[in-house]
């Protein structure tokens, strides 16, 4: 009988879900697992809002399950810990990016890349090993195994620190796997919204020199003197991309929506590289006669491991890095997802959780 008291039952959670492919967001009550012994549990007090979220509510991947609860950049305080875990203690600094799970048994797992394991599990929205559905971080508290928690150094503020577990750790992992981190190197970054302006941030802080690539002049300002940019290149004058040919030993192209990349490849120093972070919904045309004639390569990456995305918290608290944000209360969550959809953001709004939440309940 002693056995049967001690047993933990589900955690009650209140947050907000979208309930069908309007995406509207509304308030919502569901459970979270017990905390097991490898889990850490802790109190939410930031997530921002990453535009794949945007995707998810609506099921405009076609993968969403209903009730969906966005928020995959998730910082808070520990509250719990499970009696095997090791790397964290009631009271720390935590956060939890894009994923929770993997099999640990694949080459991708063997080697610290559990982002490319094939039985990856996302924040939200699908299956755990449970059965349970995964949700996110618009809502009060998180439970996951500790291998998927990262440690938020005391001088990174949670706010503004919270996007980088999406968008930081999206632009970061390509500058290092592919070489674009060099001091000295001349790299450049297509679209300034989320993922942008934190790479020319990394980019910067890596020693490398910095041109942001934009379709609208309007930018430029807020790209040289903000962010601080070495130069800027607006895409549809085509005199200023001719200027630029065979200039850049590597771009960062951070747009999810249609655009040609011949333009971006002739950019490229011979050997450069072009590397995909944003999902366009529809495939790209890829000009393969000018990767030949220059040796020029197309690469994509998705998000990063966790050993590689506590490198970069790390690495962003050491060069005080972190997003320019817009904080707002969790009932302002719709008109953010509006003004998403718009671009009408600088950079990425982050849900005031802790602060808002209870209020709407």
């Given amino acids: 009988m002693a056995k049967s008291l001690e047993v933990e039952h589900p955690k009650k959670a209140f947050g907000w879900a979208a309930k069908d492919t309007s995406g509207h967001l509304s308030p919502f009550q569901f459970s979270r697992r017990a905390t097991g012994e490898k889990d850490v549990t802790f109190k939410i007090l930031y997530c921002g809002i990453c535009h794949s979220d945007l995707h998810m509510a609506k099921n405009e991947w076609g993968m969403s399950t209903y009730p969906l609860v966005p928020g995959h950049e998730i910082v808070g305080v520990v509250t719990e810990v499970g009696s095997k875990v090791q790397k964290f203690k009631v009271g720390d600094k935590v956060g ?38 995964t949700q996110g971080g618009y809502s009060d508290i998180m439970v996951a195994d500790e291998h998927y928690v990262v440690r938020i150094p005391d ?17 970061y992992s390509p500058l290092r796997y592919y070489g674009l981190d060099k001091p000295g190197m001349h790299v450049g970054v297509v679209g300034l919204g989320g993922l942008g302006h934190v790479a020319v941030k990394f980019a910067k802080a890596m020693g490398v020199k910095v041109t942001v690539i934009s379709t609208s002049v309007n930018k430029k300002k807020e790209a040289l003197e903000h962010l601080g940019a070495d130069s800027f290149l607006v895409s549809k004058d085509q005199d200023e991309m001719q200027a630029a040919q065979g200039t850049l030993d590597g771009i960062i192209d951070t747009v999810s929506a249609m655009h040609p990349l011949l333009p971006l490849i002739g950019l490229l120093k011979s050997q450069g590289k072009l590397v995909m972070v944003g999902a366009p919904e529809k495939p790209l045309e890829l000009p393969v006669f000018p990767l030949l004639m220059g040796r020029k390569l197309v690469g994509g990456t998705c998000f990063g491991s966790m050993k590689e995305t506590q490198e970069m918290i790390d690495f962003a608290a050491k060069h005080n890095i972190t997003a320019d944000i817009e904080v707002i209360p969790i009932d302002y969550v719709n008109t953010a997802m509006e003004r998403l959809g718009k671009a009408d953001v600088r950079y990425r709004f982050v849900i005031d959780i802790a602060n808002t939440l209870k209020s709407s309940s």
């Fill in 96 to 133: 939890v990016g894009c994923m929770v799970g993997a099999c640990h048994s694949c080459d991708s797992c063997a080697n610290e890349l559990e982002n490319y394991c094939p039985n990856m599990i996302l924040t939200y929205g699908v299956k755990y090993f449970d059965g349970t559905i």
């Fill in 155 to 171: 001088n990174l503020p949670l706010d503004a620190g919270a996007p980088l577990l999406c968008a930081g750790i999206t632009v």
